[in-house]
């Protein structure tokens, strides 16, 4: 954790100064330690504690005393082993000399763009034969803020995004959320221009009523997306086990996770996946979706996937019938191409095919969104496929999300190359179908409750132009939930 | 095509004579070319046709009469399109002349271990960039069969499994299957010794009785792992429309599967899982399942989704209980692990705790799989956990999946290793979970018909001794379904 951040001070990433405190060390990684906080010869804004959990609430007063205003604590000890009373202790400290927290127990705050980064885990490790890995790798910047009460969760969270090219706007792992908790994280990201979307995974709630109205208000500016573990009688055990509070009855999560429109993701995979595709896309304002494929087999399991979802597949109306048969009747569509939805290109469609077709579609004021395959294996297709689509995809401001199917070179560049383009992809035809499901479920809740004004193309929840974004600020105490 | 099978010839991959026809060329590729088929100086045993539709049953009728018994027919143009005459008048040409046809409209067979390819699709491609990339490759020789109607999805399967380090035997797209169809396929490869698990992927059937007839008793001696597409009103339409036969409802497939043992997935995904998991472990005997962890939140999801599976998550029996405290006890394990199921070793587990636990867990005779999660991100994680994990889980021979949430270089080589020991892994938890049911699943299906003695720990279908396995044929005549 020292260390990352005085790396990121060295190579100029991390702005601030930053100060060793450590009374048995005079020096760690050839900086300089202070024997204690009031020897460090600065105001100290933050402090990170990573110390004994006995200790930590007198380390909270002398540095509410010296007038730090925020304090991240990583030790564990607190209520997570039955110490309820140190961590009541710690909170009224705290409250007392006017400190925020985040923890205790917790991996703290990894910030891409300040280079603000307290996570403990080691960033590569070895392995017996040699080779030197990366074990808790950092994603690359982005716009995709997460909040997670488990750490363990947080680590494999960066570990996948890192994997999958997601970028991260901000991480915070909150523990045991003594003081700050997920009300005024959302409060806060909400505001925060840098993030498009938040991830949420939770076991269980405290202070469910405060999120919920927060959440409302969040909501109307960006997408939550959440993961709550224990939805099944022994996932509720586990997670009633793990966190130590009680993780309440699934049903009380799902209703309110809807009434705020908080999009609820099935599982981790998703969780990411919902996230992609929020990163890149506009939400959705109709429930009737096309799918246009070069592969027949792959787009039935999306017609599935869309209708399992609520969305609806229906036949083409007959406007747009009667466009394609006079491409078909101009041999700009092969004769075989079919009217039903999905419309099948066949494994000849070329890119000007994608092009007319999917232009048509979505031009179509029925249709709310495309599922769109692009199977690199047929002849015909090659990446200058791409382009074409993707301008097609702006014009339009419909959401659009891509599947090509395959892990190997050519599947991962194809789809890199739509995500450059800002078009999410997926490598398996349901992802590609729930995930524009996130997209137009999202879209529902903001007719309905959204202060966005509708008919524009490109209107985007975070467009919101009644809203004024507030100062960046560290969790101010006025806002405690 | 005909570039890989000269290829592998060349390498001595293929070890039988390739002669390529063509009126229209002396050579193709330095190699010679006859300009019709009683032009070859030999006897062949089978025919690939890649020729324009309407000349496809001339060819089979000139092939059969020379002796040849078995055509892999690539061409497309018969029912798919509405030609049911002429497909007809293929099939019967071919029934007149003994000879057995795999497709038309189909890529036919992949080989791994002969080296019989007959895939046409282009195998390396370049991007805008001036990039060479592998399009559609072929995964490394293993033991999963992959049997799909469906050319496209096929060449999207071989591009995963390959991305995804995942062995296959062989490859059979049948396209249209107008002579061979899924029941002679699950026939032959059941007794393949080479194939430890088939895939089927179906659009709709068209021998729907006897494919269930053959499929009870294939699923004795080995898995099969069906991906049905069209479940809903959306798909079950799309389906109809690509394949031209009526898809039937998705119920009675449902029922279907369900008699005959075959494992349904629920999505692709799902459908590649399986079969990594049958692979590599055996089935299940009892549906009550333990999971260890050293994260909590992942453990949660798994339960979770074990749960909904219809497998049981239960607190440990009161025997396993207080081996637990007996470990703690000695400073074996950690004073705060739980005794409740999910087992959470906590982020200090050591490969020892895990092997102690492990061993314990599957001592217990109540206990009927585990699904094991090491996030390597906790410090004390390294790859030294996985042999004796692996030793543990092969002295028992209960059927474990293994979980690490992760996406970059650890995550990747931690679950390449614990592969490398037999051991199926996977980067989410509900997917570790679904394989572990889908093992279980199998393995009830076989306590209630099939054949195996039970009691052994090894048991395993594809060690069935009541069987002989039959001797290796192409698909003669006389068990035409």
Known sequence: MAETMLTNRNQGIFKGKVFLVNPKHEEILSEKCYSSLSAVPSWVETIVIAIPALSVPQVIEEAGNSG???????????AEIGNRELEEKLLSVARKCDVRIIGPNCLGIYDAYTGMDTLFLPEVKYLSDGREVVATPRPKAGSIT?????????AAALDYMAGHAMGIRCFVSYGNRCDVA???LLEYF??????????????????????????KDTVRRKPIV????????????????????????????????????????????????????FALQPPGQTKSIAILTNAGGPGIMAADALEESGL???????????????????????????GHNPIDLTAEATSAMYQLALSTLLDDPEIGGVVLFVQHHAPTILDDVVDPVANTVERHGKPVTVCDMGGAEMAQAMRQAFEKR????????????????????YGSYLKQHGPMEHGSKNERPEGDPQREPQKSRIFPAEDRG
Do not use: C
């Open 182 to 184: 997920e009300d005024e």
């Open 68 to 78: 730090t205003k925020a304090a991240i604590v990583i030790s564990s000890g607190f």
């Open 312 to 338: 609806d597949v229906r036949p083409l109306s007959e406007q747009t019938l009667a466009k394609f048969s006079e491409f078909k009747a101009k041999g700009l569509l092969l004769p075989i191409v079919s």
């Open 190 to 215: 909400g505001h925060d221009e840098r993030t498009k979307v938040v991830l949420l995974y939770v076991e269980g709630l405290t202070r469910g009523r405060g999120l919920i109205e927060r959440a």
């Open 422 to 441: 800002g078009l999410p992809s997926y490598s398996m035809p349901e992802r590609a179908a729930r995930s524009l499901w996130a997209l137009v479920n």
């Open 226 to 277: 959440a993961l709550k573990a224990g939805r099944t009688q022994a996932g509720t055990r586990a997670a009633a086990s793990h966190t130590g509070a009680l993780a309440g009855s699934d049903k009380v999560y799902e209703g309110a996770f809807r009434q705020a429109g908080i999009i609820r993701a099935r599982n981790v995979e998703e969780f990411f996946d919902f996230a992609r595709a």
């Open 146 to 154: 997460l909040l997670t009460q488990s750490g363990a969760f947080g």
